[in-house]
């Protein structure tokens, strides 16, 4: 008698479900398995043996992790990081105006970004007077390091 669930079926079920996980996941390693659930599949269909689908799903994983992360790096669907930076990162580059002076390598002064006053210090250690644009170059901690801005003048 023949059991209710085909094997092609049962690696079909399979393959959904880890559709499904990796969908939740975005790990890439159940995509792979998907790819060795596909290759079962196909022998099932073709009425090969338990052993054989088992053998094709360990190929068909392999192969998949081996030829499917490449295809997917080059095509843009895997993210590396984020493309746009978050928190403290997102100062870094961005042009502020210095709200108190800045004055040498041990006296710190605030510039204000976006309504936030954050406490910076110049690059070289040189003073930069209130009101004077700067550009963020790093973070330590908290405190901003800072340089003057270079910013273009219109042209009348």
């Known amino acids: 008698m023949e059991s209710i669930l085909s094997a092609w079926l049962i690696w079909l079920i ?24 596909l290759a079962a599949m196909i022998c099932a269909i073709c009425d090969g043996g338990l052993q054989m689908q088992l053998l094709l799903a360990a190929i068909g994983t392999i192969v998949t992790f081996v030829a499917g ?4 790096q ?8 984020r493309a746009d930076p978050s928190n403290m990162d997102a100062l870094i580059g961005r042009t502020c105006t210095v709200s108190e002076r800045i004055g040498g390598a041990d006296e710190p ?17 040189s003073p930069i ?3 004077t644009p700067v550009r963020v170059i790093r973070y330590d901690s908290i405190i901003l390091t800072v340089k ?7 042209k009348n």
């Open 14 to 37: 399979a393959a959904a479900i880890l559709v499904i996980i990796e969908l939740l996941t975005t790990t890439y390693a159940a995509l792979c398995l998907v790819g060795g659930c």
């Open 74 to 81: 080059h095509y843009g669907l895997m993210r590396h990081h």
């Open 69 to 72: 992360k490449p295809l997917l």
């Open 129 to 131: 007077e209130t009101g």
């Open 148 to 154: 003057c801005a270079d910013i273009p003048t219109e």
């Open 109 to 125: 002064g605030r510039v204000r970004i976006d309504g936030d006053s954050w406490q910076a210090v110049s690059e070289d250690g």
